[in-house]
C-alpha cells in the first residue's frame, strides 16, 4: 500500500479521498481566500496526475469538468493520486474576469514567487503544492468572452510522450502549440511535469459538448497511465485530426458580421466563411479561408471592428519524409506561440 499523500499540511491516507484548503491571501474586508484541493489517493500505487481549470477567472467549463469527473465511477477504483482544482484562480472566478485583482494574467506569472505580488504568490503556490507533488497535468481551458472553441488539445512540440496521452485523450482536434513563458505549461516542463493543455467552449458559459469531451478525455487518459480500468471509459469515437500549424483571419472592414461556418468545419482556400456588412447592407465584404483547415474557433459576436479576429482555422498535418522531419520539428520550435483569444484582438 502507498504512502500518505502530502500536500499542504494535509495527510491523504491511501485509500481516501479529502478537501484541502490552501492559505493564498486575505482580502482588504478580512475574507479568507483558499486554494482548495480535492485529493483521491489510490490504495494500490501509481502515478500522481493534476486537473487544474479555470486558471483565467472567466473560463468557467473547466470547473463543471472537474465536477463530473469527480463524480464519474471509473475515479472510485482509483491506483495512484487524482489531484483536482477546479479554480485556480478564485479572485477571477468571483469577479466573472479572466484577470487577478492586480489585472495580472496568473498564466504568465509563473513560476511566480512567495514573496512576490498577488500573481506571482498564487503561482509560487499552485507550482509547489499542487504540480511538483504530480508527475503529469491536464490544465483546462475555453475561448474569451464572445469566443468559442472547438474541443481541442494543445501540445508541447518535440514531446513524444505528450502525443501519445494527447491521441489518448481523443478531442476532436490536436494542435501543437509553443510554450508561452510564464504560462503554467511552461514553469510545469521545467519541473519535469508534462501538461496536456485542454480549449474547448466560451468564456463565462457552460457548452455540453465541451464538458463530455473533457471528462471521456481525461478518463482516457488515466486508462492510457493505468490508473483506472476500462470499465466505465468513453470509448474512442474517432482518431482526433492533428495540426501542425493555425491561424486566424482576420475581418475585412468593420460592420455585422454573417457567419457561414462553424466550430468543426472542414474548409478549403478561399472559402467563404462570412460576411462583413455596413450597417444599411450597401457594401458586403466576404471573409475567405487563406488555407484548408478545420475551423477551430470562431467569434460569437456580429458586430466587428476591421482587423478583428474572426475564424481560427488549423491545417492538418502532412505527411513528412524522414530526412525532412528534423527540419520540420526545428521550425515549429521556433514558431510564434500560440495568442490567447482576448489577446489576439
Known amino acids: 500500500m502507498p504512502a500518505p499523500f502530502q500536500i499542504g499540511d494535509a495527510e491523504i491516507a491511501p485509500g481516501t479521498r479529502q478537501t484541502v484548503e490552501l492559505p493564498v491571501s486575505v482580502l482588504s474586508d478580512h475574507t479568507p481566500v483558499t486554494l482548495s484541493a480535492h485529493v483521491i489517493h489510490g490504495r494500490k500505487p501509481g502515478p500522481a496526475m493534476f486537473v487544474s481549470a479555470a486558471i483565467h477567472g472567466?473560463?468557467?467549463?473547466?470547473?463543471?469538468?472537474?465536477?463530473?469527473?469527480?463524480?464519474?465511477?471509473p475515479v472510485a477504483r482509483l491506483s495512484g493520486t487524482l489531484v483536482t482544482v477546479p479554480i485556480v484562480n478564485s479572485f477571477g472566478f468571483l469577479n466573472q474576469s479572466r484577470y487577478l485583482p492586480d489585472r495580472r494574467d496568473l498564466n504568465r506569472c509563473f513560476p511566480g514567487s512567495a514573496e512576490g505580488s498577488l500573481a506571482g504568490r498564487l503561482a509560487d503556490l499552485f507550482l509547489t503544492e499542487v504540480v511538483r507533488r504530480c508527475d503529469v497535468g491536464i490544465d483546462l481551458h475555453s475561448a474569451a468572452v464572445g469566443r468559442t472553441n472547438l474541443p481541442q488539445i494543445r501540445l508541447t512540440p518535440g514531446n513524444a510522450r505528450l502525443r501519445r496521452l494527447g491521441d489518448a485523450f481523443a478531442a476532436p482536434v490536436s494542435l501543437l502549440s509553443k510554450v508561452r513563458d510564464g504560462s503554467l505549461r511552461g514553469a510545469a516542463e521545467e519541473a519535469g511535469v508534462d501538461v496536456l493543455l485542454y480549449e474547448a467552449g466560451e468564456g463565462l458559459r457552460f457548452d455540453e459538448f465541451a464538458a463530455r469531451a473533457g471528462v471521456a478525455g481525461i478518463l482516457r487518459v488515466m486508462h492510457a497511465l493505468n490508473m483506472i480500468g476500462p470499465r466505465g471509459v468513453p470509448r474512442m469515437r474517432a482518431q482526433p485530426v492533428f495540426c501542425e500549424r493555425s491561424g486566424w483571419v482576420r475581418a475585412?472592414?468593420?460592420?455585422?458580421?454573417?457567419?457561414?461556418?462553424?466550430?468543426?468545419?472542414?474548409?478549403?482556400?478561399?472559402?467563404?466563411?462570412?460576411?462583413?456588412?455596413?450597417?444599411?447592407?450597401?457594401?458586403?465584404?466576404?471573409?475567405?479561408?487563406?488555407?484548408?483547415?478545420?475551423?477551430?474557433?470562431?467569434?460569437?459576436?456580429?458586430?466587428?471592428?476591421?482587423?478583428?479576429?474572426?475564424?481560427?482555422?488549423?491545417?492538418?498535418?502532412r505527411e513528412v519524409a524522414p530526412e525532412a522531419a528534423e527540419r520540420e520539428l526545428a521550425h515549429l520550435l521556433d514558431a510564434p506561440a500560440l495568442f490567447d483569444e482576448d489577446e489576439i484582438i
Open 58 to 73: 472567466d473560463e468557467v467549463i473547466g470547473a463543471e469538468i472537474v465536477r463530473r469527473l469527480l463524480r464519474a465511477a
Open 252 to 317: 475585412p472592414s468593420g460592420g455585422l458580421l454573417r457567419t457561414l461556418k462553424a466550430s468543426g468545419d472542414y474548409v478549403e482556400e478561399g472559402a467563404v466563411l462570412g460576411v462583413v456588412s455596413d450597417p444599411f447592407g450597401d457594401v458586403d465584404h466576404e471573409v475567405t479561408a487563406q488555407s484548408d483547415g478545420v475551423v477551430i474557433g470562431r467569434t460569437n459576436l456580429p458586430v466587428v471592428n476591421e482587423g478583428d479576429a474572426l475564424f481560427h482555422i488549423a491545417q492538418p498535418a
